[in-house]
């Protein structure tokens, strides 16, 4: 028999360019992010999330799969980022060229 402060409220979050999924979930507290997500049916939704290579986090800090929840927590997973921030800024900063924002 479960009691209620066995059972945590979270979701699991995914966002594409165009779409953006929040999945809420009632769930045992003793499972794993990586249960977690199973669960949630998300990959199912999105088959190009692989596990072994997305990164996942919770509230914007990276987490391992096998990290734990708390109530009221929300799962991340990551896409892998198309061009790395760090490169272009120095492209940017090699070319001469002003950012945009913030730029003067």
Same mark, same amino acid.
């Given at each position: 028999m479960?009691?209620?402060?066995?059972i945590?409220h979270?979701? *699991?979050?995914? %966002?594409?360019?165009?779409k953006?999924?929040?999945?809420t979930? =009632? *769930? =045992?507290k003793?499972l794993s992010?990586e249960d977690?997500?199973?669960k949630?049916?998300?990959?199912?939704?999105f088959?190009?999330? =692989?596990l072994?290579q997305?990164?996942?986090? *919770?509230?914007?800090?990276?987490?391992?799969?096998?990290n %734990?929840? !708390?109530e009221? =927590?929300?799962?991340? &997973?990551?896409?892998?980022? &198309? %061009?790395?921030?760090?490169?272009? !800024?120095?492209?940017? %900063?090699a070319?001469?060229?002003?950012?945009k924002k913030g730029?003067?």
């Amino acid at each position: 028999m479960k009691f209620m402060t066995d059972i945590i409220h979270i979701e *699991v979050s995914y %966002a594409l360019p165009d779409k953006q999924v929040i999945l809420t979930l =009632d *769930v =045992d507290k003793q499972l794993s992010i990586e249960d977690i997500i199973k669960k949630s049916g998300i990959l199912e939704q999105f088959p190009e999330i =692989d596990l072994s290579q997305n990164k996942v986090g *919770v509230f914007g800090k990276l987490k391992k799969l096998t990290n %734990a929840l !708390r109530e009221g =927590d929300r799962i991340e &997973i990551y896409r892998p980022l &198309i %061009a790395d921030p760090k490169k272009i !800024r120095k492209e940017r %900063a090699a070319s001469g060229k002003l950012m945009k924002k913030g730029a003067r």
